[in-house]
């Protein structure tokens, strides 16, 4: 073992290039420690990572990144990647302000060519570049690694079958990482792929098929099928062959010995696209990861040697678990309702509900668009589905919202979580424009939460809506610590409520900045400004009556939402003008998220930037007012 650690000498790729299997592994090795040791300072998805970092180190000696053409799918496992990358540097400020991205990110690195952080993407992407490559005439390589969980997506079948008749060039690999496709892997499935990856099998494939072509064409026929589904009997390939894909596997991909060879030859293969099939370990390496039922895919930040991780005590619950628990209530006094994830059922709190209620609750994979247009068919047979989808990812089904609920009005309750931003996770997971695109829709009932009574008060309106669908969102977090009743009262459609009265400025919020409002008030009365402050509750139908009656009794109307321009201040500008309620000189500002795909932070930091704090808003509201702000500031 040399006094200088493998890793220290590995700046960018080709410096482990010339690397033998021994070194490899030794690299290998000192990957994981160095992961590991990273995600612990910033927290972040681990699990992921661990499990591919023996395919990370030999993708990178196989290939000539980055001018060969490497994509992760998602970005959860590209950690080990970024390290290898030129990244090390920095890789303990994954995640945090101003540091490495926890997804793989164009403007971030010439070695992330396609930035991703939603599931499936890869082979349309890494078609793409296979598309343009072969217009320039140039002959790099072009890899897409997908995991098993995202082959669940109608997406990377939509690819898949397209490979074929765009390119003849293309290294798909499949990381297969909870053994849900493979069967056992040893030494017999790794030699077989060598075999079947290698020169002299290839040859002696396309001699038959020179010899086939020959044959009349019954013949020529049952000689491909024959030759397909016999290998496919020993490997496992007969769907990848049928969709064009020349199928290598399943191997170890921990078996850097195997792993780097089969590779090689993959790299080789130029008359049609390859499947690599690659069975890994997530959590490899790291017995806390192994042992987790979740392999630790997303952690905060933890002690390396117990794997405990440091997460911070509230005495309010979640929302996720708030909505979880609430529509177990419900459903135990109503047997047509069910509950529909798309592969987040932690995510969503509806793992507590299918601990209840297994045969009511469906996960259907990363299938957002199917998930949506499932729910539809549910609800035109008389359940009341409940499709509990991320706002971020209920933008994949958006389609399936407007043309099989919307349109045929059918009564699906959309509940979408992690609304407004999300902190560490960034611009590619924050829910900034559901209110934009679900409030456009004709007939449909658009709630926010404000506090954690209020959403148990959603999910019994929804109930009561039978005609037509609706949605209510609600953030990432805790809650505010309200109290929940027993069995929450719906409220009654497109009713609003004032929280406190004043006289100068009216503060109308939708979602969870009600918090902060109330506390802008506070401020302004500081300063002499006497403050009402509303809490919407619907984005759509709104509460005109309440609108309007603010608008006539306030000099001044601030709105103030978690979503971006195009939402709610829009919606109440509309309904202002439409009731000539601007003609009176009335001064209106809508407080929303900026213009722009705001990058990670804290959610404090975020909000602050976008000017949704409660300093914010008062500031707004004494510029809205005339007044300067500047002049004795206004401080918390």
């Known amino acids: 073992m040399p006094d200088t650690p493998l890793l220290d000498t590995v700046h960018v790729p080709a410096d482990m290039r010339a690397f033998d299997a021994p070194r490899l592994r030794q690299l290998a090795d000192e990957l994981r420690a160095e992961t590991i040791d990273a995600v612990s300072v910033t927290g972040g998805h681990l699990g992921a990572g661990l499990g591919v970092v023996e395919l990370t180190v030999a993708l990178h000696h196989v290939f000539e990144t980055p001018k060969d053409i490497l994509i992760w799918d998602v970005g959860h496992q590209c950690y080990p990647h970024k390290i290898l990358t030129g990244r090390r540097d920095r890789i303990r400020t994954l995640r945090q302000p101003g540091g490495l991205s926890g997804f793989t990110k164009r403007s971030e690195s010439e070695y992330d060519p396609f930035g991703a952080a939603h599931a499936s993407t890869s082979i349309s992407a890494a078609l793409g570049f296979c598309a343009a490559r072969d217009q320039k005439g140039d002959t790099n390589k072009v890899v897409a690694v997908i995991g098993d969980g995202s082959m669940s997506a109608g997406m990377a079948y939509e690819a898949m079958n397209n490979a074929a008749e765009t390119t003849k060039q293309l290294v798909v690999i499949l990381n297969d990482n909870d053994m849900s496709i493979a069967p056992p892997v040893g030494g017999m499935s790794a030699y077989l792929a060598k075999q079947v990856s290698g020169g002299t099998y290839r040859n002696f494939r396309r001699f038959g098929k020179s010899v086939a072509e020959h044959l009349p064409r019954p013949f020529r026929n049952a000689a491909r099928k024959a030759e397909e589904y016999a290998r496919g009997m020993i490997v496992g390939g007969t769907f990848f062959e049928e969709l064009g894909f020349y199928y290598i596997g399943p191997i170890d991909g921990h078996d850097l010995d195997n792993l780097v060879p089969i590779l090689k030859n993959a790299a080789a293969i130029d008359d049609r696209p390859v499947l690599v099939h690659v069975v890994t370990q997530k959590g490899k390496g790291y017995a806390p990861a192994e042992s987790s039922a979740d392999k630790l895919h997303a952690v905060a930040k933890f002690d390396v040697v117990s794997g405990k991780q440091s997460k911070s005590v509230s005495n309010a619950p979640s929302y996720t678990k708030v909505f979880g628990t609430e529509l177990i209530k419900r459903a135990q006094l109503d047997p047509s309702i069910v509950a529909i994830t798309a592969a987040m059922p932690s995510g969503t709190g509806l793992d507590l509900f299918g601990q209840v209620f297994p ?49 045929q009005k059918l009564p699906v309750r959309f509940a979408m979580d992690r609304a407004g931003l999300v902190g560490a996770d960034g611009a590619t997971h924050a829910g900034s424009f559901d209110i934009g695109f679900m409030g456009a829709l004709p007939g449909m009932v658009l709630m926010a939460a404000a506090d954690e009574a209020e959403l148990a008060a959603m999910i019994a309106t929804s109930l009561e809506i039978d005609d037509r669908p609706s949605a209510f969102r609600y953030p990432r977090g805790e809650g505010v610590g309200v109290e929940i009743p027993d069995l929450a009262a719906p409220l009654e459609i497109g009713r609003g409520r004032i929280v406190r009265e004043g006289t100068a400025v009216a503060i109308l919020s939708l979602g969870t900045r009600l918090e902060e409002a109330l ?83 804290s959610p404090m930091a975020m909000y602050t930037t976008a000017g949704l704090n409660a300093q914010q808003i008062a500031a707004s509201a004494l510029v809205t007012l005339g007044i300067d702000a500047a002049r004795g500031a206004v401080r918390a």
């Open 359 to 407: 045969d009511r609750t469906y996960d259907v994979g990363i299938a957002e668009q199917h998930a949506v247009t499932f729910a539809a068919g549910l609800a035109a047979d008389g359940m009341k589905p409940f499709c509990a989808i991320y706002s971020t990812f209920l933008q994949r089904g958006y389609d399936q919202v407007v043309h099989d609920v919307a349109i």
């Open 519 to 601: 506390k802008a008030a506070d401020l302004l009365a500081a300063r002499g400004v006497s403050a009402t402050v509303a809490d919407a509750r619907f984005a759509k139908p709104l509460d005109a009556d309440m609108i309007l009656r603010l608008a006539r009794e306030h000099e001044a109307l601030i709105t103030v939402e978690e979503g971006a321009m195009g939402g709610f201040g829009a919606f109440v500008l509309q309904l202002l003008a439409e009731k000539g309620a601007l003609d009176a000189g009335l001064k209106v500002r809508t407080l929303c998220l900026p213009d722009v795909f705001q990058d990670q932070d």
